[in-house]
């Protein structure tokens, strides 16, 4: 089940919703009780060990 990350327009309270069905979303804000709160645009980690040419100086080490 995917977490998304809402924020509510009128308090500004950020929070998260487990989200049990495709349709399923936060109704209200569980700070101040605002309906429709917005869904954010999240990001998301890696595993340990993403790699980027940063750890490699000249950019030609093996992964």
Same mark, same amino acid.
């Given at each position: 089940?995917?977490?998304?990350?809402?924020?509510?327009? /009128? &308090?500004? +309270?950020? #929070?998260? +919703?487990?989200? !049990?069905?495709?349709?399923?979303?936060? *109704? *209200? &804000?569980? /700070?101040c009780?605002? !309906?429709?709160?917005? /869904?954010?645009l999240?990001? #998301? $980690?890696? $595993?340990?060990? $993403? +790699?980027?040419?940063?750890? &490699?100086?000249?950019?030609? &080490?093996?992964?």
């Amino acid at each position: 089940m995917p977490i998304y990350e809402y924020q509510c327009e /009128k &308090c500004g +309270h950020t #929070f998260e +919703h487990l989200a !049990r069905t495709l349709s399923d979303r936060a *109704k *209200k &804000c569980p /700070k101040c009780g605002a !309906r429709n709160p917005a /869904k954010q645009l999240s990001t #998301f $980690s890696t $595993s340990e060990g $993403s +790699h980027s040419s940063a750890s &490699c100086p000249t950019g030609t &080490c093996s992964l």
